[in-house]
């Protein structure tokens, strides 16, 4: 997962909040199949995200890439 950067033309790296540092798939089990991670910006600005997946060809995300607006979480 890439790190959320402010709309600046800098585009500085800052840590992020996220609900899980990990998914976890499971082929038996379906209900593992649509999990929802909840991302967090604590700053005073909106920030800009983009979820990076390893295999992309097995997994999508609904939403890869947004803005969250300042002190607001998103769900994706």
């Known amino acids: 997962m890439s790190l959320p950067t402010h709309l600046t033309s800098n585009a500085s790296q800052l840590p992020f909040f996220c609900s899980s540092n990990s998914l976890l798939f499971y082929l038996d089990d379906p209900s593992t199949f649509s999990q929802v991670l909840t991302l ?37």
């Open 40 to 76: 967090y910006n604590p700053y005073d600005f909106v920030v800009r995200y983009k979820v990076l997946c390893t295999a992309p060809k097995k997994y999508s995300v609904a939403e890869p890439q947004g803005e969250i607006r300042a002190q607001h979480s998103v769900d994706t």
